[in-house]
């Protein structure tokens, strides 16, 4: 009976959250983004204090000033600063350096305790200390793609608007007002910038710098040139969506014409350590021994370090650049 009633609930707690996943969430959030709009429309004055932060980005405020302070001051905080501005992330190089360190020590003193090996807790270290780096990397990953598969639609909105009569800077806070992100925030982030008093040339220079995608370098030199030399910017615009839609479409084609040869890594990166867990119930007294065994360790350590080099190899042997 008590389980029946605990299965009850749990099934009506999965259901109402289900319900407020799929309908009062979205609601709420669309409620959010049309005060927030409203707000921003009812903004008469602006400080000067919210126009120097438009012109020159601010670093954001953390709990840890001192370590950002010392991060801050080295390559490696600059190069930490744009991967976190690009990833889209709301956190400071400091943030990231103190739990790069604290993944490190839990994840290595995790490996030290389950094997009571020195060698497998440093290793496990190594690869905690990596950890928040690499989530960084793939978030900035997803958003780079969101902007890729987005910027052909933000090319066509601004050739429309400026075959409608409208200026180039206009249309800039057109694409930015109705995209949503992250197109929409570094469009908006331009047209705050030259709308401030930054000239558009150095706007739109820093917005290649800071996006960092081979087609945002082509629309910034079109726009330059064609402001430099005249011609039309609408059909200009236009064409270039029509060649970034066109990669678009070879690129899928080259993934699926490699998509064998990911397959294959992925396989023969999975099939060790399947066959050792296969093994490990089969016949557990062979597989104890190589982890007790010196030999056995080493053979384990070996065979890690050449199924890395294996998979990233083949990476770079189906890697095609579109």
């Known amino acids: 009976m008590l389980l029946s009633i605990l299965v009850f609930f749990v099934v009506v707690g999965g259901v109402c959250g289900a319900y407020y996943a799929l309908v009062h969430r979205p609601e709420g959030a669309a409620g959010r983004q049309f005060e927030q709009r409203l ?75 389950v094997s009571r090996m020195v060698p497998v807790g440093f290793a496990a270290a190594a690869a905690g200390l990596t950890l928040p780096v690499t989530w960084l990397k793939i978030k900035r990953g997803r958003r780079m793609r969101t902007f890729e598969e987005q910027f052909p639609e933000a090319l066509d909105l601004l050739s429309r608007a400026i075959r409608a009569g409208h200026a180039f800077q206009t249309a800039l806070g057109m694409v930015g007002d109705e995209l949503k992100a992250p197109v929409g925030p570094e469009f908006k982030k331009t047209f705050d910038q030259q709308n401030f008093g930054l000239p558009l040339r150095d706007a739109l220079n820093e917005m290649s710098v800071r996006i960092g995608l081979l087609d945002v370098r082509f629309f910034v030199t079109a726009v330059l040139i064609q402001r430099d030399t005249g011609g039309n910017l609408s059909e200009i615009l236009e064409n270039l969506a029509h060649v970034v839609r066109e990669r678009f479409k070879i690129r899928r084609q080259v993934r699926v014409h490699t998509a064998h040869g990911r397959f294959t890594g992925y396989v023969l990166l999975a099939l060790p350590a399947a066959l050792a867990v296969a093994l ?23 065979a890690i370090v050449m199924q890395t080099i294996g998979f990233f190899w083949i990476r770079q042997v189906i890697k095609i650049e579109v």
């Open 280 to 302: 490990s119930f089969i016949n557990p007294d062979h597989m104890q021994a190589l982890f007790r065994e010196r030999m056995g360790q080493m053979m384990l350590m070996g």
């Open 39 to 113: 707000k921003d429309l009812s903004t008469v004055g602006i400080d000067d204090d919210v126009a120097t932060s438009v012109l020159k980005s601010q670093p954001k405020a953390s709990a840890l000033p001192m370590v950002d302070r010392f991060v801050g001051g080295t390559n490696a905080g600059s190069w930490l600063s744009n991967l976190i501005e690009q990833s889209g992330v709301a956190t400071t190089p400091g943030g990231v350096v103190t739990m790069s360190l604290t993944a490190a020590i839990v994840v290595g003193l995790v490996a030290f305790l």
